[in-house]
């Protein structure tokens, strides 16, 4: 027998514990703090599993919509839940796969906890959420789950870590602050478990408190445990803030109008809030939408500058309306990259006039390069002085493929 087998068992998995089961942590004048990627181990792991991300360790799991946010974590390193086939509300939500709204059902982190004092433990839980079906995780104690630790949510601090000791609730979507803790009723060594909610969810750290006042600062407190831990991963540089095309083109001129695609509605038409700054339709759902919104600002000519965004697996279709009566029609290029912004991608309708109170209406279409569609994402519309709006669809791209 050959031992190939050993070979590939070799590499450190990403899913593997970096602490031992003989590895305690300890709470000490009421509070125990502990970074989750010193679980001990993770079980109910067929359906989803938490993976360790740091500067030299990505998980290579896929679907996974959103890059890795090691930048400000504490030690730096986090856990994911992967596959996140769940990322925007449009995708299907399938219970007991990648959401559960009970706790210990899917993928359970353990970790050995010697508490010294008895009591109530109010929890923190440190996460990044980038969107709206990430942000969701359950804490339970030695195997069972009270009602006062599941739903542990997050609605604000979205793209940063942040602290939350909110629970959802059914009338409370984003959560009610202080209402989640565990009762430990004796002295000694315990088990603090999370498990699953929301798949694609990115955990950092917790902290159990006795302190109902109590508020994290920066990364939390120092973790405190039996043995030597680990020594911290190497620092990331915070990533640079991509400048937004859309606000640069619709600013070029202080005489320019503008209304992002984010401001027109999204709910109740088929478009989705892509990201901080585009619209898109989720292709699996609808391959068609439309939304209207009205012309706010003074009534003149100008020059309209449709801003879309060029994809890489088909052409999109956009099409504005004025009072239900078409004023262009037209498609992006397409890109060689996931996704492009600038002049190629979007449409020049010169000379309109506009009246305030009108209606203006964007029909989207998504397009398919014969193997997947793209998404219809666009960013906006500028309202520029007449004359001035090939200026404003010519104006350099801030698209940086790197
Ligand atoms: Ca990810
Ligand atoms: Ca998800
Ligand atoms: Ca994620
Ligand atoms: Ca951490």
């Not at 109910?44 to 890059?67: C, F, G, I, M």
């Not at 990533?239 to 070029?252: I, Q």
């Not at 290029?333 to 190629?344: A, C, I, N, P, Q």
Request: with cysteine.
């Amino acid at each position: 027998m050959f031992s190939v087998i050993v070979l590939v068992t070799k590499a450190q998995r990403l899913n593997e514990p970096i602490i031992g089961p003989t590895v305690i942590f300890e709470e000490k004048a009421g509070e125990v703090a502990v970074e989750a990627e010193y679980f001990y181990k993770q079980s109910k792991t067929e359906l989803r599993q938490w993976y360790r991300t740091s500067k030299q360790e990505n998980p290579d799991v896929k679907p996974d919509a959103d890059p890795a946010h090691v930048s400000g974590a504490s030690r730096n390193a986090y856990l994911e839940i992967l596959p996140d086939t769940r990322v925007t509300h449009s995708d299907p939500l399938i219970k007991g796969e990648s959401f559960s709204d009970n706790g210990g059902q899917i993928a359970i982190l353990h970790y050995k906890v010697k508490f010294n004092n008895t009591g109530r433990y109010y929890v923190w839980v440190r996460a990044m959420s980038t969107g709206s079906e990430d942000n969701g995780i359950h804490i339970g104690l030695d195997g069972q789950w009270p009602e006062s630790g599941l739903r542990i949510q997050w609605c604000e601090g979205k793209n940063n870590w942040t602290w939350s000791n909110k629970q959802r609730t059914k009338e409370v979507h984003c959560g009610i602050p202080g209402q989640l803790y565990l009762d430990v009723d004796e002295p000694g060594l315990h088990e603090v478990q999370f498990s699953m909610r929301e798949d694609g969810f990115e955990f950092d750290k917790f902290i159990l408190t006795k302190d109902q006042y109590y508020t994290p600062k920066g990364v939390g407190p120092k973790v405190l445990a039996s043995a030597k831990l680990p020594d911290a991963c190497p620092a990331v540089k915070a990533p640079e803030v991509k400048k937004n095309y859309f606000k640069m083109v619709a600013g070029a001129l202080p005489e320019n109008k503008a209304i992002a695609a984010q401001d027109f509605p999204s709910v109740g038409t088929d478009f989705y809030t892509h990201g901080k700054n585009w619209m898109a339709i989720n292709p699996n759902t609808h391959h068609e939408a439309i939304t209207s919104t009205a012309f706010k600002f003074e009534s003149g000519n100008y020059d309209i500058v449709f801003v879309g965004v060029g994809e890489n697996d088909g052409r999109s279709t956009f099409q504005l309306l004025l009072n239900g009566k078409e004023v262009g029609i037209y498609q992006p290029l397409s890109t060689e990259s996931m996704f492009e912004e600038g002049k190629d991608f979007n449409a020049l309708w010169k000379n309109v006039s506009l009246k305030k109170g009108d209606k203006l209406t964007v029909k989207a279409k998504v397009g398919t390069d014969g193997k997947e569609f793209c998404r219809a994402r666009w960013a906006g519309i500028v309202f520029a002085p007449v004359g001035k709006g090939k200026k404003i669809q010519d104006f350099p791209s801030t698209f940086d493929p790197n």
